[in-house]
Nanobody, 124 residues
Framework: EVKLVESGGNSVQAGGSLRLSCVAS????????LGWFRQAPGKEREGIAV??????????EAVRGRFTISQDARDNAGTTLYLQMDSLKPGDSGMYFCAAGRWLELQPASFPYWGQGTQVTVSS
């Protein structure tokens, strides 16, 4: 069973940095793509960044150059996924989720496994 547990969310000032972590276990060959998604109040969940087993990545344009997705080497179907967030803006606020899925894409509907989320608040 795929299990995902996020941590690292906090409140920061605009221009600051945060690093989110997600401990992933139970990954399979089929569900090996990992991603970060966020949801602001009243808005739909959106894809931020995704990574595959070989380290290939995709980012949404709004965070390109400011956020970096990475992962530890995978071992026994597990790893720790990271999201380094720099130059944070108030618009980056929201609940951040990590998810596991089949494809290297940013569509939340393509990811069947989700963590509980960690809150990020950026104040101006």
């Amino acid at each position: 069973e795929v299990k995902l547990v996020e941590s690292g969310g906090n409140s920061v000032q605009a221009g600051g940095s945060l690093r989110l972590s997600c401990v992933a276990s139970g990954l399979t060959f089929s569900y090996s793509k990992l991603g970060w998604f966020r949801q602001a109040p009243g808005k739909e969940r959106e894809g931020i960044a995704v990574i595959d087993n070989d380290g290939r990545t995709r980012y949404t344009e709004a965070v390109r150059g400011r956020f970096t997705i990475s992962q530890d080497a995978r071992d026994n179907a597990g790893t720790t996924l990271y999201l380094q967030m720099d130059s944070l803006k108030p618009g980056d606020s929201g609940m951040y989720f990590c998810a596991a899925g089949r494809w290297l894409e940013l569509q939340p509907a393509s990811f069947p496994y989700w963590g509980q989320g960690t809150q990020v608040t950026v104040s101006s």
